[in-house]
């Protein structure tokens, strides 16, 4: 990658708990991929793949969604319901197209 420092390359986990209000359920919101959109060298716009598990089993995720930005610090407690409420169930591997 141009201009790589050749360091570390994978994710830093970044992880964070928010209740439900609607049905008072604990989820974890992670981060899992980052990536970049945009236009060299005008404009370039930072994006993370965020999934959402339940509190009792962490490591699994339920739901994902994509949006803007590239930590959650900047990510007020509104924004992180409405990607919650936004976001799409996780599709198990191998399960595609079976009926």
């Given amino acids: 990658m141009e201009g ?3 360091g570390d390359t994978r994710v830093k986990e970044q992880r964070r708990t928010f209740r439900d209000p ?3 359920r ?5 981060v899992t991929g980052r990536s970049a959109s945009g236009v060299l060298p005008l404009r370039i716009i930072p994006l993370m793949e965020v999934t959402f598990a339940l509190a009792e ?3 699994v995720p339920v739901r994902r969604a994509l949006c803007q930005g590239g930590t959650l610090d900047g990510i007020a407690d ?4 409405g990607l919650f409420r936004s976001s ?3 599709r198990t591997p191998g399960r595609r197209g079976r009926g």
């Fill in 4 to 6: 790589s420092d050749g």
């Fill in 26 to 30: 604990e989820w974890v919101l992670a």
């Fill in 22 to 24: 609607a049905n008072g």
């Fill in 57 to 59: 089993n962490p490591d």
């Fill in 78 to 81: 509104d924004e992180v319901l």
């Fill in 88 to 90: 799409r169930p996780c």
